[in-house]
């Protein structure tokens, strides 16, 4: 009865040694095509593990005071070597499905850093498609110029404001939420 006993234990101790391992949530490169996640953490990535793991990474400041019940927002993160505002990672109940990212820059120094921004996102994802700001008197337009990815899951912004942003999502806002549906 004993050497049974230890026989299972011992089984069940290398079924759990040799098992497959949690979902590897966290990616290898910073920037990874856009199907499998954005800013180093797959589309499925739970809260908890961005929450953690995310300040790890960056060295960003976790911003508690800006968060809701599916949201986490960050400063000072570097994205593609150029200092944030805000990171705001959005979650739904399969996980991460949305970050958006601003840049605080002002009329003088815009111009230089959003299309530095741009050219490094085109030589990552391809040559995008170019948005401009649409005037509808007497209401004004949304943004100034916006750059769209792979069906708009990603997009690079130009507020009226001059800051810009950078969204990237799990689904297509084009053609719906096909994506990630596992």
């Known amino acids: 009865m004993i050497k049974k006993f230890a ?30 996640g954005f800013f180093g953490f797959r589309w499925t990535t739970p809260m908890s593990i961005v929450d953690s793991e995310f300040p790890k990474l960056t060295g960003a400041q976790a911003q508690s005071n800006l968060n809701r019940y599916n949201t986490s927002n960050f400063s000072n993160a570097y994205f593609l070597g150029e200092l944030t505002s805000l990171c705001r990672f959005g979650f739904s ?19 230089e850093e959003f299309y530095k921004l741009k050219e490094k996102l085109s030589a990552i994802y391809g040559e995008p498609r170019e948005y401009p700001g649409i005037i509808d008197y007497p209401t004004l337009p949304e943004y100034l110029v916006r750059y769209t990815w792979i069906e708009s899951r990603l997009d690079i912004t130009l507020n ?23």
């Open 7 to 36: 026989y299972s234990l011992l089984f069940i101790l290398l079924f759990l040694l040799f098992r497959c391992g949690e979902t590897n949530y966290i990616l290898i490169e910073e920037t990874p095509q856009i199907l499998d």
């Open 93 to 111: 109940e399969r996980g991460l499905s949305s970050i958006k990212i601003i840049f605080d820059t002002n009329y003088m120094n815009f111009e």
């Open 160 to 182: 009226l404001d001059y800051t810009f942003e950078i969204n990237a999502y799990s689904f297509s806002p084009m053609l719906g939420g096909f994506f990630n549906t596992k």
